[in-house]
């Protein structure tokens, strides 16, 4: 079951264990439950994101940050990435970039989330 939180003026949809996010389906079926929730973010843990998403060459990471993007929700990968950004520059320049920016973002945990949330809502206002 997916859960609903607050955190800093933003309304949190953390995906539960039997979701994967292999693609755009994925991610439209995502953004549509963030709507019928009134999310803004939608947190995804890593290992239930499909390793095609994290091969760039695939292009599914573009495919579904564009969608995520469209609809203006925030998407988060939850997780340690530590041995796949060792593995691949062209991702570890990927997540620098997203997290330097407000679409994606790549966290190690959920008080990282929050933080960035706090941090986000104070130098920007609320982005969504």
């Not at 963030?34 to 573009?62: C, I, K, N």
């Not at 950004?85 to 970039?97: K, P």
């Amino acid at each position: 079951m997916h859960t609903i939180t607050e955190s800093h003026g933003h309304r949190v949809l953390t995906v539960a264990d039997d979701v994967a996010l292999g693609g755009e389906d994925e991610a439209v079926d995502l953004i549509g439950l963030a709507f019928g929730e009134q999310a803004d973010v939608v947190a995804v843990p890593a290992e239930l994101v499909d390793e095609r998403f994290y091969e760039l060459r695939t292009r599914v990471a573009g495919d579904v940050v564009r969608k995520f993007a469209a609809y203006q929700i925030r998407l988060v990968v939850l997780g340690d990435l530590t041995g796949r950004l060792a593995a691949s520059d062209s991702l570890r320049a990927f997540v620098y970039e997203a997290n330097r920016g407000r679409d994606i973002w790549f966290l190690a945990d959920r008080t990282e989330l929050d933080e960035r949330l706090r941090t986000a809502r104070e130098t920007l206002g609320r982005s969504r």
